[in-house]
């Protein structure tokens, strides 16, 4: 089992003809994606990687109908063309954009709750089921399957944990990269329910970092009711207040959203913190050695 997509999903490609769509694709195709379109307005009727392209969604979705989107596309077009994929009826929007603006995320995150889609990002690496299925930029060779899902906000922390854990012998259900932007599509306890909902998922790794609350929503969440071992590692415990590291949303402000603050939410509700990311991988192992003697006979 895995979450939000499997070797069964159909992928379409918005901005397929660009530099990086074209790249992408191949490296998509290679880890096992279907991707059975692509969308680049004016390029219908050519080939990508073996792709068709369409200069619509609509277009795309009646040749060849897919389950999710991939948006490689500018900051000035992602909101029209995540709304078009959105409108179509496309159940998972994959925004790799970064730069989108807030009120743009706000509506995208508007439009693809009252559609009952699933919207990733914006600025997020992805999701890939090893050996399955990747959608995003994602490094293939870090992953590897397993029973570990991990949810992050920052795409080369999400390898680097991944490939960490591969390493040890754990592979992961998915990984999803949940944008690393102030407004993002779907917050960090819908992906947590995601996984403990997914039979295969045995242990879930949350990887946080500075600013905002996704990380304290997801403590108040878990504490107080039965879920799987959950361990986390938050990134930035050095950031001074009101300097923005990386991403957009990755800023403390107002004395909220330090690394600290987010560890001790976490600690509150049960869930132990890597000091660094190298330290994620015994937390899994421990956690699964108690959960494997938890286990009745």
Do not use: N, W
Not at 124 to 134: A, E, H, L, V
Not at 185 to 193: K, M, Q, Y
């Amino acid at each position: 089992m895995s979450v939000l997509v499997d070797c069964r999903t159909r992928v379409c490609v918005m901005g397929v003809t660009g530099r990086i769509g074209r790249v992408q694709t191949r490296y998509m195709q290679a880890a096992g994606t279907q991707i059975v379109s692509g969308v680049t307005p004016g390029k219908g009727g050519e080939q990508v990687e073996g792709v068709p392209v369409y200069d619509t969604v609509t277009a795309a979705q009646a040749a060849a109908p897919a389950d999710a989107v991939v948006l490689f596309v500018p900051p000035a077009a992602a909101e029209t063309a995540a709304s078009e994929a959105i409108a179509v009826g496309i159940g998972l929007v994959v925004l790799i954009t970064e730069g989108v603006p807030v009120h743009g995320a706000m509506r995208l995150r508007a439009r693809a709750r009252a559609a009952g889609a699933r919207l990733l990002g914006p600025t997020t690496p992805g999701i890939i089921t090893p050996g399955q299925c990747k959608i995003g930029i994602m490094p293939a060779a870090l992953f590897s399957p397993g029973p570990v899902g991990v949810i992050s906000r920052s795409g080369t922390l999400s390898y680097e944990v991944s490939g960490a854990l591969g390493a040890a012998g754990i592979g992961q259900s998915t990984v999803i990269g949940m944008g690393a932007d102030p407004v993002v599509g779907t917050p960090l306890v819908d992906l947590i329910e995601l996984f403990q909902a997914d039979p295969q998922t045995e242990a879930i790794v949350i990887i946080g970092e500075v600013g905002g609350d996704q990380e304290e929503r997801a403590a108040e969440f878990l504490a107080g009711r039965p879920h799987k071992p959950v361990v986390a590692y938050i990134a930035g415990h050095s950031v001074p207040p009101g300097v923005r590291m990386g991403h957009a949303g990755a800023i403390v402000q107002r004395g909220g959203g330090t690394a600290a603050s987010k560890a001790a939410a976490l600690a509150a509700a049960g869930i132990p913190t890597a000091t660094g990311p190298a330290g994620v991988a015994d937390l899994v192992r421990k956690a699964l050695r108690d959960r494997l003697q938890d286990t009745p006979c």
